[in-house]
């Protein structure tokens, strides 16, 4: 009720996203398998996991950021960086999930104990895929370019950033269906990998 009120209180909740978990890609990377499977897919997994519930904490978070701005009065471009860095960490945290789950239920706002969201199934891993994508191309028009960020705010997402994570995400999705569904997603491989070499071409 006190706050989201100001562009500054927004650009104070895009900085918390910074700390979201899975930001470090090493990190990332080395916690994809599911615990407790061995190499011959035995093994028990926990009835809970981190990989699971910390994506989704953190979702929960660029979610409300996201809804303020949808109420916010004022001048929505004073708020624009932050809205955009809501858009590309919640990419972020999807990516992680689709990355271990393939599909999964996708909460496109902030739920309370009696969404129905909690109980849907899961979405399809084309569905998150592409919601990843948008989110991503949403963050590209958002954020501000490299060069126009202060020297005192550098280190924050750029337009870059955005647009480079959106062709890894679209290089990674578009080599998985070409690999994994012999031809039968062929024009969907193709479709991915031309958004990868765009996003990738316009960086350098």
């Known amino acids: 009720a006190i706050v989201f009120k100001t562009p500054e209180q927004f650009e104070q909740a895009a900085y918390y996203l910074y700390d979201l978990y899975g930001w470090d890609y090493n990190a990332m990377d080395r916690n994809l398998d599911i615990s407790g ?35 916010y009065a004022g001048d929505k471009n004073a708020i624009s960086h932050a809205v955009g ?15 271990t789950y393939g599909g999964v239920p996708i909460a496109d706002h902030s739920l309370d104990l009696t969404d129905p969201t909690l109980q849907a199934p899961r979405n399809s891993r084309y569905e998150v895929a592409n919601f990843i ?16 960020i202060p020297d005192a705010d550098k280190g924050k ?21 070409k690999s ?18 765009k996003a990738a071409r316009t960086v350098i």
């Open 180 to 197: 994994r569904n012999g031809n039968q997603n062929t024009q969907r491989s193709a479709n991915l990998l031309d958004i990868a070499a």
């Open 157 to 177: 997402i750029s337009k870059e950033a955005a647009q480079s994570f959106l062709a890894r995400v679209a290089l990674y999705e578009g080599t998985w269906q």
């Open 85 to 99: 860095t809501a858009h590309f960490f919640r990419a972020w945290q999807y990516f992680k999930l689709l990355k």
């Open 133 to 148: 994508i948008n989110d991503l191309k949403e963050a590209v028009k958002l954020l501000t370019k490299e060069k126009d």
């Open 37 to 71: 499977l061995g190499s011959n897919g035995g093994g028990t997994t926990p009835e809970s996991s981190g990989s699971w519930g910390g994506p989704y904490g953190q979702i929960r978070d660029c979610n409300i950021l996201l809804e303020k701005a949808e109420e």
